[in-house]
């Protein structure tokens, strides 16, 4: 096996295990979600032989989440298609060769999938409807990612606006972490939480405009990760409480001892704590933005910082305070044994990212088929 | 491997290894782990890291064979092209010192623990934390590169906002426990600003690249220092950050006593110990790291003396003698800061351990302090004195000043939000299906 084609099986089984998790916990059930397609997408979007395959693929995608999405939110329904419109125009720029629309296709695509603000209405809705379908259009957005970094952030176009887009993308960090301080409720956290990473991730891919691309994916890797863990804790608790006030103590822990560690963990390892994989992707993302703006980087260590504290106080709230009693039992045998091995992905990922990172950028550089049929 | 270096690996990944294994166990398992559990799997982990920080102290001093000094390079944590994050551990009288003390104190701790939180609701939740707590003491200690002695450092401030709160069914530790984590997370974008500066300027995060510093501008230098000093100063308590302090006494005694008496109370102290080749060049930050030092003795001690409880007179105690070490640093006495380290650490933590039953004698043997007259009417009729006084038992209104500061970021927030609100609301479709809320009402009966 190449390196290359290691990096790729890496992202693949990553990329498919978030996008699993859901379902093995219980909360995506039947044929919703199409998984089994959805899987196979993602495995052609790695493996095609030119670019233009690729972003066909990860609009596919796209427009099988607008199906799943659709009796759950409009809204996000929307989005998505706007999202696989946005992929297929990548997808015609990198066939005709014009770098341009390549690029703007692309990098509209990825906004509306993580959520950058203010086109995030599509991204907000499903974090407020359904944490679980939200967790799996994220994990397919890695494979987007990936085919913009393989076969647009090369170009020109890429590298002439990439402090730019560090800019923007490190206001667009601060602007959400500050709005997830006052938020109210638990699903208005996350969404917040949600969008503060599209802003990273867009200063990410900023900063791969210059060459930073593991900087990116594993920005990426990290969010998608995190994000679906505490995704699926937000779900897992509103099942068994309905919704959750953040202006009181709620006083959880108590009864739901499990699932307030697996929330502030994963609440954790979204905002930089040591031992996961948010801590070097941070790592990575601060040196890589350095060169492109000191001020964004300083907005962006600030925007963390803010989620985390908005975290914990979130955490407080929900979970701390006098005890309540609660006849709902805590996480179940599948919904733990999700959320350990999303906790283990997210350790080795921090523990040892050169496995994966290393090798990462020399991928990236060379967009060649991974498959010789010949 | 050499020895030096599985000891190393043993006293840092041990107790790692040992919180890891705990937690995946609680979050597994059905049943609550047993105390006698919880103690072997945390205790063998802390053993093992006193037992690895001693031989490596050992073999320091040479008592193995040739002297083990300098940096001890485990290869690249992290290699992606020319950036680097050094997988690269020190070994000098700082780093065994404060090793081999930690390893020591929290191990001592950990069995006092046992005892002390004996069917305590939370007494798996505080053995983790002490594992986590361990870990990044560890890495602190023989950090060689910034990047991993920050990652230490922020297990440090996760653990102890957790033990603030540890007795979280009541208001007021949660309210301490967010106000300290908010205090070490705004200080630490300092931290990480001038280690992303470092690594620019110098081209490492290595410590031994700070060597280099005198030949930044006095602008860089001093720009990059002040930002160590500001990480340190949300650590160790410093003016204008110490109102954290105090409130910091709601979690359990051995919790103070490890983090607020011995330890990471410190920690500020020897990051600057630890960037001293940085320091030593920045005569700006040095000027003003004696004058807040100072002004942070005089106001622990003042405060010490009006306080009327036993932790919080404690707490600021500590703050004026950890004020006066940050001068001496300052100073350039780095050695008189590392021993005056070592003993006040020994000594608080006597103190903290020993304070409900110093308590218990105030009250029931009659040992209270006595108030001398002449003291009282000093107070009572000296104008100075009186107001000295008032502004003490008020803390000089400290969290005042920094609520002042917070109140209009959360104005801002506030603002934002209803911006954010409008955008969405224009963006959205008008729904026609049931919201999630409206179809949880099964849950909500369950609460």
């Known amino acids: ?374 | 491997m050499s020895p030096v270096k599985v000891a190393l690996a043993v006293a840092i990944a041990a107790p790692f290894a040992s919180a890891l294994w705990l937690g995946i166990t609680v979050l597994l398992r059905d049943l609550r782990p047993s105390e006698r559990e919880v103690r072997g799997i945390i205790g063998a982990g802390l053993l093992a890291s006193v037992g690895a920080s001693a031989f490596v102290l050992l073999s320091w001093l040479g008592a193995l064979g040739a002297p083990a000094t300098g940096d001890i390079a485990f290869g690249s944590w992290l290699r992606v092209g020319t950036y680097e994050i050094p997988g690269v551990a020190r070994l000098d009288a700082l780093s065994v010192t404060l090793s081999l003390l930690g390893a020591l104190l929290t191990w001592l701790v950990a069995r006092f623990s046992e005892t002390y939180l004996h069917k305590e609701p939370g007494f798996s939740r505080f053995f983790v934390l002490l594992g986590v707590f361990a870990t990044g003491l560890q890495l602190v200690s023989f950090a060689g590169a910034l990047d991993v002695f920050f990652a230490g450092w922020e297990m440090l401030g996760i653990s102890s906002a957790f033990f603030i709160g540890f007795f979280h069914e009541r208001a007021e530790p949660i309210r301490s426990s967010v106000r300290a984590f908010t205090t070490y997370r705004l200080c630490d974008a300092g931290f990480l600003i001038a280690m992303v500066a470092v690594h620019e300027y110098l081209g490492s995060t290595r410590f031994a690249a700070l060597d280099q510093s005198a030949g930044l501008t006095a602008l860089q230098v001093n720009t990059i220092a002040a930002l160590f000093l500001l990480a340190a100063m949300g650590k160790s308590a410093m003016l204008p950050f110490s109102g954290w302090l105090p409130r910091a006494m709601e979690g359990p005694t051995p919790s103070s006593a490890l983090f607020y008496g011995a330890l990471s109370i410190h920690m500020g102290l020897f990051l600057l110990l630890r960037i001293w080749s940085l320091l030593e060049v920045a005569p700006v930050v040095r000027g003003a790291a004696v004058v807040i030092g100072l002004a942070t003795a005089v106001y622990g001690a003042s405060v010490a003396r009006t306080n009327t409880d036993a932790k919080g007179a404690l707490a600021h105690a500590t703050l004026a003698q950890v004020g006066l070490i940050l001068a001496e640093i300052a100073l350039g006495f780095t050695t008189i800061a590392l021993v005056h380290i070592g003993c006040h650490a020994l000594l608080r933590i006597f103190q903290y351990l020993r304070a409900p039953n110093a308590i218990h004698d105030a009250h029931r043997l009659g040992h209270a302090r006595v108030v001398h007259a002449h003291q009282a009417a000093r107070v009572e009729h000296g104008k100075w004195h009186r107001r000295w006084y008032v502004l003490s038992v008020h803390r000089l209104r400290l969290d005042d000043l920094l609520d002042a500061v917070v109140s209009p970021v959360l104005a801002l927030a506030r603002v934002l939000d209803r911006v954010d609100q409008r955008l969405r609301g224009k963006t959205t479709l008008p729904s026609a299906l049931p919201t999630v809320r409206e179809e949880l009402t099964l849950g909500q009966v369950t609460q």
């Open chain 1, 1 to 374: 096996m190449t390196a290359n084609q290691f990096v790729a099986l890496s992202v693949f089984l990553i990329g498919g295990i978030i996008f699993w998790m859901p379902r093995f916990a219980g909360h995506v059930r039947g044929f919703q979600d199409f998984a089994l397609l959805h899987v196979l997408l993602m495995a052609v979007s790695l493996l095609a032989p030119h670019g233009s395959w690729a972003f066909v693929a990860v609009a596919a995608t796209s427009a099988l989440h607008a199906v799943s999405a659709f009796t759950i939110s409009r809204t996000g329904a929307v989005w998505f298609v706007a999202a696989a419109l946005a992929s297929i125009a990548a997808a015609i720029g990198v066939h005709l060769g014009v770098p341009l629309l390549a690029f703007l296709g692309s990098s509209l695509a990825i906004a509306l999938r993580v959520g950058l603000a203010p086109v995030h209405a599509g991204v907000s809705r499903l974090c407020e409807r359904s944490p679980a379908l939200q967790s799996q259009q994220l994990a397919t957005a890695v494979f987007l990612l990936v085919a913009h970094l393989r076969y647009i952030d090369h170009s020109s176009v890429a590298y002439d606006v990439a402090a730019w887009l560090v800019r923007v993308g490190a206001i667009l960090t601060l602007v959400p972490a500050l709005v997830a301080l006052v938020q109210r409720d638990l699903r208005g956290f996350y969404r917040a939480a949600t969008v503060m990473h599209g802003g990273m991730l867009f200063a990410a891919m900023g900063a791969a405009g210059r060459g930073h691309t593991a900087a990116a994916l594993m920005v990426m890797l990290t969010t998608a990760a995190a994000m679906t863990g505490l995704g699926l804790m937000v779900q897992a608790l509103e099942e068994r409480v309905g919704a959750v006030s953040l202006l009181d103590a709620g006083g959880r822990a108590h009864a739901f001892p499990k699932l307030a560690a697996s929330f502030v963990i994963f609440a954790g390892a979204g905002v930089a704590m040591p031992g996961t994989a948010g801590f070097i992707a941070d790592d990575l993302l601060l040196h890589a933005l350095w060169e492109e703006s000191v001020w964004g980087t300083a907005t962006v260590i600030l925007g963390s910082a803010v989620l985390a504290i908005a975290a914990l106080s979130a955490f407080a709230k929900v979970f701390l305070g006098a005890a309540k009693r609660s006849v709902a039992p805590d996480l179940r045998r599948p919904e733990r044994i999700a959320a350990v091995v999303l906790l283990l992905m997210l350790v080795w990922l921090g523990l040892t990212p050169g496995i994966v990172l290393t090798p990462a950028d020399a991928f990236f550089r060379s967009p060649s088929a991974l498959l010789s049929l010949g």
